[in-house]
């Protein structure tokens, strides 16, 4: 009788936690609700990259963004629309996250990241650029402005990644990741809970964080193949080579929120000292995504720098 119901109790538990798993979104589906209509799909490398081209479609030396952990190119949706008027606007979904969705391996580090901008800018005939990347996007940048120097006129890093992390709050996907037990789990189950507390640490004002916001997120994250790939950046975590942050030599200008709770501002202070050619701007009441919290002080900072 005990047998029987350690059974039945064992049934029990995997059937609640069947159906507590989210299930992975078509592609397909998510263009429907997601997709631009100014957005195309570049095939680079056999990965189908999600892409808007905006803005002074004749200007030759266009802002490439480049989003950060989790988010897509919607992150950067008021920044361009304050700035197109002025500039040509290149901004795409990364591989690993939004509809571009995982490279084949699976696999990824700065190198990755390089040679796929390599190709990216060359689909677009872009020769010569001013390249600017948020968080993790803001390490691809400067490693990228490090290997390809010719193709990166100016840089600008917003609460970027690349010093090693001393007290900061640091990302929850990263601490749940470093759970055995847990990050396996994590390529089933996505609580919405997780993402809707990983969105309020990034933003000092907490009323940004809208119910549109934190299931986009989450809807991203279910995209076929991202949560494996997130996973996998969660578990071999890209780390930056901060040594080769002082052979930068394109201006640079630096934004930081004095309130990131992820990347301190203090960072913002450790790459003015390593780029000789830099400026920063610190913004208060801003969090770990200043583009969106700030987007007009950002877009006139921005204009300021790249006249």
Known sequence: MIKCFKIFAFLLAGTFLLSSCDADIPVATLKVKYQKSNSEFIDIDGMPVHTIVEGKLDDSLPIVFIHGTSASLHTWDTLSSLLKTNKKIIRFDLPAFGLTGPNRLNQYNFNFYNQFLDEFLSKLNVTKCIVAGNSLGG?????????????????????????????????????????????????????????????????????????????????????????????????????????????????????????????????????????????????????????????????????????
């Open 139 to 307: 390490s691809i940048a400067w490693n990228y402005a490090i290997a390809s120097p010719d193709k990166v006129k100016q840089l600008i890093l917003l609460d970027a990644s690349g010093y090693p992390k001393k007290d900061e709050k640091g990302s929850l996907g990263f601490k749940l990741a470093a759970i055995p037990v847990l990050n396996q789990a994590l390529k089933h189950i996505s609580p919405i809970s997780l993402i809707r507390k990983s969105l309020e640490d990034a933003f000092y004002n907490k009323a940004l964080v809208t119910e549109k916001m934190v299931q986009q997120y989450h809807d991203m994250l279910l995209r076929e193949g991202n949560r494996a790939a997130v996973l996998e950046l969660f578990q071999h975590p890209m780390k930056a080579d901060a040594t080769k942050i002082k052979t930068i030599t394109q201006p640079t200008l630096i934004i930081w929120g004095k309130q990131d709770q992820l990347i301190s501002y203090t960072n913002a202070s450790l790459f003015k000292q390593d780029i000789q050619d830099s400026r920063v701007l610190v913004l208060d009441k801003v969090g770990h995504i200043p583009m969106e919290e700030a987007p007009n002080q950002v877009a006139t900072a921005i204009l300021e720098f790249i006249k």
